[in-house]
T-cell receptor
Framework: GQQLNQSPQSMFIQEGEDVSMNCTSSSIFNTWLWYKQDPGEGPVLLIALYKAGELTSNGRLTAQFGITRKDSFLNISASIPSDVGIYFC?????????????FGQGTTLQVKP | DSGVTQTPKHLITATGQRVTLRCSPR?????VYWYQQSLDQGLQFLIQYYNGEERAKGNILERFSAQQFPDLHSELNLSSLELGDSALYFC????????????????FGPGTRLTVL
């Protein structure tokens, strides 16, 4: 199935550092969503983006909807140990009577205290 | 807690068997989506129901089927199970904007881990 290109695949950082990850697509999306998944749990919605160029924050998390509508970025500032997990981007075309999500492969984040 | 519930949490069964996974969406959400998560394929959309009707199909095998009941809960039926069907199965729900634009935040349940032996 179709997947978004998400990078990096994994990151190992020191507590307090900032983190950046991104997703790119060959097609245009109307909505970008960012999720975090802990082992054995379901994805938890972090941020939703609905407009090209939109910049949205949720605490230490900031995400942007790319101008071309083909990419999105997630930044985490001042990382803490509980940020550990897998982060997924997901896009919605939203134009064909379904809101099905297309997911990236995920970015695994590890934080060293 | 997303408000989406799924049962059972774990399911272990043998090849050739049939299982049913159940999902209750968040209160007020009319759309239910089913996704499969495996190590090699990642998170893949299977099927969507909206207010009892099938809206979209993704990479869903013919051995798999789903339905959404009048109370909006949904069931995913997997039959003639194979080893490769072992995966996490997630249900997500959403309040859809009906009309020219579909797309909204989806909230995921805790998943059902299916192991086929």
């Amino acid at each position: 199935g179709q997947q978004l290109n998400q990078s990096p695949q994994s990151m190992f950082i020191q507590e307090g550092e900032d983190v950046s990850m991104n997703c790119t697509s060959s097609s245009i999306f109307n909505t970008w969503l960012w999720y975090k998944q802990d082992p054995g749990e379901g994805p938890v919605l972090l941020i939703a983006l609905y407009k090209a160029g939109e910049l949205t924050s949720n605490g230490r998390l900031t995400a942007q909807f790319g101008i071309t509508r083909k990419d999105s970025f997630l930044n985490i500032s001042a990382s803490i140990p509980s940020d550990v997990g897998i982060y997924f981007c997901a896009g919605q075309h939203g134009s064909s009577n379904t809101g099905k999500l297309i997911f990236g492969q995920g970015t695994t984040l590890q934080v060293k205290p | 807690d997303s408000g989406v519930t799924q049962t059972p949490k774990h399911l272990i069964t043998a090849t050739g068997q049939r299982v049913t996974l159940r999902c209750s969406p968040r209160s007020g959400d009319l759309s239910v989506y089913w996704y499969q998560q495996s190590l090699d394929q990642g998170l893949q959309f299977l099927i969507q129901y909206y207010n009892g009707e099938e809206r979209a199909k993704g990479n869903i095998l013919e051995r798999f089927s789903a339905q959404q009941f009048p109370d909006l809960h949904s069931e995913l039926n997997l039959s003639s199970l194979e080893l490769g069907d072992s995966a996490l199965y997630f249900c997500a729900s959403s309040v859809e904007v009906v009309g020219s634009y579909w797309g909204n935040e989806q909230f995921f349940g805790p998943g059902t881990r299916l192991t086929v032996l």
